[in-house]
């Protein structure tokens, strides 16, 4: 008798333990700007975990993930990067890296992580387990002149990929060895380019230029062809809007061999064809996109707005190029996240304080999520996606 409670207490405290273990692969993080914070959440059962704040300026936050989808690295405006345990809901590190940084990415095989900053201008490679500094990379022009970088990527062969806002280059970091990394630069791509998407594919790396006309294409398996301007007069004959908030090149939705992109200015999505990268068609839409992005099976695309028209969402049909439906989830409709197999869609209204979650095929919503002012939404099925 003597020794069998001890052998009860052990195992009814396994049977705790064990009540308490959760998987990761539907597991998601929520940016909260004020006050700054996360939440971390589970779409299986559609519910709030926990939340991690003193996260410090996260008006332009995003997020990558580590490849066993445990840890989040959350990039903030502040320069911050911080590594949050989505398991035991902490923060695991946080530092101070740059002066303003905006954005990031995780190398091929997730020992790396990236950031672009702003100022002072270049790129940041940090050890994923530790977040100790292991390689920096100036982004230096002209007459010794640091750039703004912005769409930065990862890419095959453990590289990363990225644009000089200032410099208008676009260069290929190649970080096998992080001691020795060597650069491709490529000049003279166009103006201002602004962001940039790599194919799912990871074989096409595309900038979008804010004052020139067109986009920059550059194939990463044909370096030695250099960098190549695609739909060069696509808007030449237009009248340009005041652009009230830059579209995210992140968010490009790629449908089969379609693509669908934010036309700068335009209330317009474009649809381009990948293989000969003509214009197909230009959908009117309610506004000016901001995101456009398609439901993991492609026959949706979904996009949202800038000011004045960001209380709306539009769905396009892939199939016949139209939009189906028009929705009205809250006020500064900010992000969109797809379900890894996208039966649902979560989107944040950031002046509304809350998530909106719809049903894909039916346009149901299934649940509203308090959030103090949420922005970016981002899902752990992204650890397994290059470019993101």
């Known amino acids: 008798m003597q020794h069998f409670i001890p052998i009860l207490t052990l195992f009814l405290f396994s049977q705790v333990t064990l009540a308490e273990l959760r998987g990761t692969g539907d597991l998601g993080v929520i940016i909260e700007r004020e006050p700054a914070a996360v939440q971390i959440i589970n779409t299986t059962h559609n519910k709030s975990l926990s939340r991690i704040s003193e996260l410090g300026d996260l008006s332009h936050a995003s997020v990558v993930f580590s490849r066993d989808a445990?840890?989040?690295?959350?990039?903030?405006?502040?320069?911050?990067?911080?590594?949050?345990?989505?398991?035991?809901?902490?923060?695991?590190?946080?530092?101070?890296?740059?002066?303003n940084s905006i954005g990031g990415a995780i190398s091929q095989d997730g020992t790396l992580i990236a950031v672009s900053n702003y100022t002072p201008g270049g790129v940041k490679v940090f050890s994923s387990e530790t977040l100790e500094l292991v390689a920096n990379i100036p982004a230096l022009y002209g007459d010794n002149q640091l750039s703004k970088v912005v769409g930065l990527v990862d890419a095959p062969g453990q590289k990363f990929v990225f644009s000089l806002f200032d410099a208008g280059e676009i260069w290929v970091a190649d970080l096998k060895n992080p001691t020795q990394v060597k650069i491709e630069k490529f000049q003279g791509v166009g103006k201002q380019p602004y962001d940039a998407l790599l194919t799912p594919d990871g074989r096409?790396?595309?900038?979008?230029?804010?004052?020139?006309?067109?986009?920059?294409?550059?194939?990463?398996?044909?370096?030695?062809?250099?960098?190549?301007?695609?739909?060069?007069?696509?808007?030449?004959?237009?009248?340009?809007?005041?652009?009230?908030k830059m579209p995210h090149l992140e968010g490009w939705a790629m449908a089969g061999n379609l693509m669908f992109i934010p036309a700068i200015g335009q209330h317009e999505v474009l649809?381009?064809?990948?293989?000969?990268?003509?214009?197909?068609?230009?959908?009117?839409?309610?506004?000016?996109?901001?995101?456009?992005?398609?439901?993991?099976?492609?026959?949706?695309?979904?996009?949202?707005?800038?000011?004045?028209?960001?209380?709306?969402?539009?769905?396009?049909?892939?199939?016949?190029?139209?939009?189906v439906k028009s929705l009205n989830p809250g006020k500064a409709v900010l992000h969109m996240e797809f379900t890894p197999r996208g039966e649902n869609i979560w989107v944040s209204a950031r002046d509304d304080n809350r998530i909106v979650v719809y049903d894909t095929n039916s346009f149901k919503e299934i649940m509203r999520l308090p959030a103090n002012k949420p922005s970016g939404i981002f899902f752990s099925s992204r650890a397994h996606k290059m470019g993101l």
């Open 70 to 99: 445990r840890y989040a690295f959350i990039f903030g405006r502040d320069g911050g990067l911080t590594k949050i345990d989505l398991l035991q809901d902490k923060i695991v590190k946080r530092i101070i890296q740059a002066g």
């Open 204 to 244: 096409y790396y595309i900038a979008g230029l804010f004052a020139d006309q067109g986009l920059a294409l550059l194939d990463l398996w044909s370096l030695e062809q250099g960098v190549k301007r695609i739909l060069p007069a696509y808007s030449k004959q237009d009248e340009k809007l005041p652009v009230y």
């Open 271 to 323: 649809v381009i064809e990948k293989n000969t990268w003509q214009l197909v068609k230009r959908i009117p839409v309610l506004g000016q996109p901001v995101f456009v992005m398609a439901r993991p099976d492609g026959r949706q695309v979904w996009v949202n707005y800038a000011f004045p028209d960001n209380a709306h969402l539009q769905v396009i049909d892939v199939k016949s190029l139209d939009l």
